[in-house]
């Protein structure tokens, strides 16, 4: 592997959990990764969260038998699957409620990574900059994709200025809500008009927590994406357009379909892939067919990167990127490993 760091641009950038983990590694409770999700949620408390989260690990418990060691995406996978043999094999005796645990799910991952990645206000939640990130995408260039299967907001919050990417026109499809709240604040800190034009994409090709979907015309960005409330000491659900960690991802509609055509084609055409904090779990078939048939047409092409950057505490992590991507470096391809995305940080702001 090099040492000489360089990127070679267009880059595509892509994140996953282990980036805002290592961003926010030194909070008091730090954003989860899959394999300890059910470790950290119990620690999580107020508006309502623990209340939502005893539930949720009580029906992991029931799975399993256990609620540590259980992944994430391992345990909606089960349910999933269960609700949807459900449908049309329901049991004469004692059926499960499948649905119902999704529901509960879907909430308690919102609101855990917006309890980790925001500081608790009063009652509002604001949040917190990670200036990892923020070195992160001073790296960026015009013609950079940005690619993440995170669904928080620590991307977006981590943009200095409007120069390179905003929320009205920088994911990929039209946008509404540019007037909203949260929209509004994200230009008025920047010093930004409204009027700048993105030069970079961001793809969150899981969703995102601002989202709320707008029928026939892509997304609409939420008033208050940082809700997390209770009303009569009932737990508040918020309406989020997020692809939850199953199998069943719906990305052959809209607006998924467009992100997903257009993280293949960025892909396809980039010369540097810089992978931050994504390890391409064994469950996320979809995500792993879309980098092999990439490295397919760039082999068959000769169309090979430049290099390869690999971010991850896990020298498992990094082996399997190296094998899976040597097809696509060719003979000249060069690959730079990093301990996780403080390092790269660090190793590329020089």
């Known amino acids: ?28 409770i730090p954003p989860p990764v899959d ?29 399993y038998g256990k609620t540590s060691g259980v992944g994430l995406e391992e345990y909606f996978r089960d349910i999933e699957v269960r609700a949807r043999i459900g449908k049309f094999a329901k049991p004469a005796n004692q059926p499960k409620d499948w649905h119902v645990r999704q529901e509960h799910l879907t909430e308690l991952i919102r609101r855990v990574y917006i309890h980790t990645t925001c500081d608790a206000k009063g009652n509002s939640m604001v949040p917190c900059l990670s200036q990892i990130h923020q070195s ?26 409007a120069k390179l990417w905003n929320p009205h026109d920088g994911y990929g499809v039209l946008t509404q809500g540019k007037n909203f709240d949260w929209a509004r604040r994200w230009y008025k800190d920047r010093g930004a008009t409204g009027a700048e034009k993105s030069k970079i994409a961001l793809l969150k090709l899981h969703g995102s927590i601002n989202w709320r979907l707008y ?20 737990v508040v659900y918020e309406e ?51 980098f092999a048939e990439i490295i397919r047409l760039r082999r068959a092409r000769g169309k090979f990167l430049k290099a390869l950057h690999i971010a ?7 082996k399997k990127f190296v094998n899976l991507f040597a097809p696509a470096l060719g003979a000249n391809g060069k690959i730079f490993a990093y301990d996780g995305i ?8 020089v």
């Not at 991850?312 to 990094?318: E, H, I, N, Q």
């Open 35 to 63: 394999s300890n999700f059910f470790d950290m949620v119990h620690l999580i408390d107020g508006h309502g969260t623990k209340r939502i989260a005893q539930q949720v690990l009580h029906s992991v418990w029931e799975l």
């Open 215 to 234: 029928p026939n015309k892509g997304i609409c960005l939420k008033q208050r994406p940082y809700y997390v409330r209770t009303r009569g000491k009932k």
């Open 240 to 290: 989020a357009s997020i692809l939850a960690p199953g199998w069943d991802k719906k990305i052959d509609r809209n607006p998924y379909k467009q992100f997903w055509r257009r993280a293949r084609l960025d892909l396809e055409k980039c010369r540097t892939i810089v992978i931050l904090g994504y390890s391409l779990p064994t469950t996320d078939i979809l995500a792993q067919a879309l």
């Open 342 to 349: 403080k390092e790269f940080s660090l190793k590329l702001g």
């Open 136 to 161: 992160v995408l001073e790296q960026l260039r015009p013609k950079d994709t940005l690619i993440t299967f995170n669904y928080d907001l620590v991307i977006e919050e981590s943009f200095k200025t």
């Open 312 to 318: 991850d505490p896990d020298s498992l992590v990094k």
């Open 1 to 28: 592997m090099s040492s000489n760091s360089t990127i070679t641009h267009p880059a595509a950038f892509i994140f996953g959990a282990g980036a805002t983990a290592g961003a926010f590694k030194e909070k008091l």
